[in-house]
């Protein structure tokens, strides 16, 4: 019991010192630029009041005219004198200096205010976030609360660190070479003004892009008249788990049951409010107990508001997520981009925990509808399926003939008893594989089957998969074989083509037929230059001044040096092109020569891997 709790106490210091340091240590390099900027700067201040002590101290002890009382007296006062507190203390004295000292000053001021600003903000989000992720750890509600706050109130402090630090770039890329080596160089000041201005555009313009948070599923609406049968078990599973049923339901193909609150696009058509999601091809594998048991399980996340906040928290985390990804692609925003990561990953351990718990409520109102037994059953069924139907394609999919894909969702139905027997038989741990989902991460199976008594051994898992499925929910939609069956030919036309532009990479054609699959996505294309059009085709480069065709097969390098091109072959030695004798088009024609030499050289190692049987 002891060794059990001491496991569990190192396994949780071992993910509090991993978050440490993937994101809170990396989350600190935002005080970098600013604690910099603050040290030199104020160094920078010292130093011109050193120079200013050391030229007045020259004054008076050159000034003939004082005593030597009067000459010490004076130099002790000029110890504490400092001109930059004066030009703070009493404004008119800036009138007796140089402006351009003046200036230099207020640099220097306004540096160290920039450098503390975002010290402070930066100090002050740290402490906002250990108040606000323990309160949205409460309820859903707090959870949303609290992320809508946070993100407001970050985006405006990461905009303000990325201006205030690119400021501090900037200045610093002047006065560092001037103060101490009193020297300016001109390509490292502009070097770092266009990298300043450009993160500060690219930051500008994530607060205001809203990225395009449209939720699009395959499918089918289910109309009452199609499925009346259907929709009233539904609303009975509703009426016990204290809900009301969905504005509409969308059967598909895809191997989940999910539900939704946001705008669901089908084809060209968009329903709002309620979705729930069935896959026509499971509902074929369940039994009637079982998908009530599913269904209930969906509903439970309409009672439990779980949609109503998914559908609130998810253009938020878009937004972020927006926000996040200008940060990593702004150079100089590295500091800020890792801060922002951080609070990020900190609302992803209070979105997982509450999931979860969704989950696991859901779970026990599914239990309760129907039974733990029956929540159980479907539960393993769905993630054998899911487990069957990836092994067919994957199978499909390492096919080097394309006609060999057709027929999948037979495939797929005739063959999943045989396999759920394998599976149940088989060594893997069925326990530790989650459900998939289209939005949240599941917990793992056998923690959701603990929360609710069932315990799972090879014996159990092997009753729950050998079950003779009567598909009723799937029968009680008129038509469903032609439904599931239309959505599978387009799926597969779907596969086959995805699968034949991989084909593409893996050939090397030696067949009519394999010429001609990467003829289609690798026609020949033409350059015009002045030394004569060049052709790019699957072989190889011909055209221009070239002595002939180069096949790829005999290139071993390609180099470009400003506008020559020297293309390295084994048998005719290096042959040069003048790519800016093509004008506008000599981009578009080594963007070609990189997709073209890049699929031989793709294709080349593919084989390798073909032709060399695993021993």
């Known amino acids: 019991m002891s060794h059990e709790s001491d ?90 200096l140089d402006s351009e000292l003046v200036f230099h000053y207020a640099t220097f001021r306004w540096m160290k205010r920039i450098a503390a600003t975002c010290m402070a903000l930066a100090l002050g989000a ?21 992320l809508s706050l946070s993100w407001h109130l970050l985006r405006i402090i990461g905009a303000v660190q990325v201006i205030g630090q690119a400021a501090l770039l900037v200045a610093m890329s002047f006065w560092v070479t001037a103060l101490w080596f009193e ?16 993160a500060v555009g690219i930051i500008l313009k994530a607060i205001f892009t809203r990225p ?54 089908v084809g060209d058509l968009k329903f709002e409010g309620r979705t729930l999601f069935v896959s026509l091809s499971l509902l074929r594998q369940l039994n009637g107990s079982q998908a009530d048991a599913v269904m209930a399980h969906e509903m439970a996340h309409f009672s439990g508001n779980d949609t109503l906040y998914s559908r609130k928290i998810g253009p938020l985390l878009a937004r972020y997520n927006t926000y996040l990804h200008a940060l990593s692609e702004g150079g100089i925003t590295a500091p800020v981009y890792q801060f922002m990561l951080c609070f990020r990953a900190l609302f992803e351990l209070s979105l997982g925990k509450l999931s979860k718990e969704r989950e696991f409520r859901a779970d026990e109102i599914a239990a309760r509808v129907t039974s733990p037994r029956e929540f159980a059953s479907a539960l393993v069924r769905i993630i054998a399926f899911s487990q069957y139907r990836g092994e067919i394609e994957k199978d499909l999919f390492e096919q080097e003939d394309t006609s060999a894909i057709s027929d999948i969702s037979e495939k797929i139905r005739t063959g999943f008893p045989d396999f759920a027997q394998k599976f149940a038989n088989s060594e893997v741990d069925i326990g530790h594989m989650e459900t998939s989902h289209p939005f949240d991460a599941h917990p793992a199976t056998i923690d959701r089957l ?115 091109l020297t293309i390295s072959t084994s048998s005719q030695g290096p042959q040069k092109i003048k ?25 080349k190692e593919a084989q390798k891997t073909i032709s060399t049987p695993d021993v």
């Open 7 to 96: 496991d569990t106490t190192e396994q949780n210091d071992l993910t509090k010192l991993g978050f440490a340091r993937t994101f809170f240590i990396p989350a600190l390099w935002v005080f970098l630029f600013p604690v910099l900027g603050y040290l030199f700067f104020s160094h920078a201040e010292n130093s011109f009041d050193g120079n200013f002590q050391q030229a007045l101290q020259q004054q008076i002890r050159a000034d003939k005219d004082l005593t030597a009382e009067q000459r010490t007296e004076a130099l002790r006062n000029i110890e504490e004198f400092r001109v930059s507190q004066l030009l703070v203390d009493e404004p008119d004295f800036a009138q007796q």
């Open 126 to 146: 740290f402490l906002f976030a250990a108040v606000s992720i323990p309160i949205s750890l409460r309820s859903q509600s707090a959870q949303y609360t609290s």
């Open 183 to 198: 020297i300016y160089i001109v390509k490292l000041i502009l070097l770092v003004a266009v990298l300043a201005i450009a």
């Open 212 to 265: 395009n948070t449209d939720f699009h599923i395959q499918g089918v609406a289910i109309e009452r008249d199609q499925a009346d049968e259907l929709w009233r078990d539904l609303e009975g599973v509703c009426d016990e788990v204290g809900t009301e049923p969905p504005d509409q339901i969308i059967g598909g193909i895809d191997d989940s049951f999910f539900v939704t609150e946001q705008p669901v696009f």
């Open 450 to 564: 603990a929360a609710l008594g069932v315990t799972l051994t090879p014996e159990t898992a092997k009753d729950m998969l050998t079950e003779t499925a009567d598909g009723v929910w799937f029968e009680n939609v008129r038509n469903a074989v032609d439904v599931e069956k239309n959505q599978w030919d387009d799926y597969e036309r779907q596969f086959r083509e995805f699968h034949e532009q991989t084909l593409c990479y893996r050939y090397l054609p030696s067949t009519p037929r394999e010429r001609e699959i990467v003829l289609k996505h690798f026609p020949a294309v033409t350059f015009a230059s002045k030394d004569g059009d060049y052709v790019l085709d699957m072989d190889g480069l011909q055209g221009g001044k070239l002595p002939g065709e180069i096949p790829w097969s005999d290139v071993t390098n390609c180099e470009l040096n400003e506008a020559l």
């Open 579 to 603: 790519v800016s004798r093509m004008g506008k088009e000599q981009q578009n024609f080594l963007q070609a020569l990189q997709h073209y030499y890049g699929r031989y050289l793709t294709a």
